[in-house]
């Protein structure tokens, strides 16, 4: 099971810490993503981390912006957000795989249920 929190309503330029709590498997045997979907758009990868947290991965459309980390001994998985605009309001969900490529080329084993991220201007 994954849960998400940290989510908010936030100013425009405003920060938050997302995290993902993971129970019920070997949470270092997963690799891990964070997704995020906004009204009336696809679902979009944010980037994601090999099971050990010692190699990320992210997608051009945000390199730079977002710096995924875990922590394997709380089974935890976080994604600060810093100087939000408002085109980042959207739910932001974590998931889990037992490959990181399978979960950002083709489709995570387990989903969170998302937690909405709100920025208002």
């Known amino acids: 099971q994954l849960v998400e929190s940290g989510g908010g309503l936030v100013q425009v330029g405003g920060s938050l810490r997302l995290t993902c709590a993971a129970s019920g498997r070997t949470f270092s045997s997963y690799a891990m993503g964070w997704f995020r979907q906004a009204p009336g758009k696809e679902r979009e990868f944010l980037g994601g981390?090999?099971?050990?947290?010692?190699?990320?991965y992210y997608p051009d459309s945000v390199k730079g912006r977002f710096t995924i980390s875990r922590d394997n001994s709380k089974d935890t998985a976080y994604l600060p957000i810093n100087n939000l605009p408002p085109e980042d309001t959207a739910v932001y969900l974590c998931?889990?795989?037992?490959?990181?490529?399978?979960?950002?080329?083709?489709?995570?084993?387990?989903w969170g249920q998302g937690t909405q991220v709100t920025v208002s201007s």
């Open positions: 981390t090999i099971k050990s947290g010692s190699s990320t």
């Open positions: 998931a889990a795989d037992q490959s990181l490529h399978t979960l950002v080329v083709v489709n995570p084993d387990f």
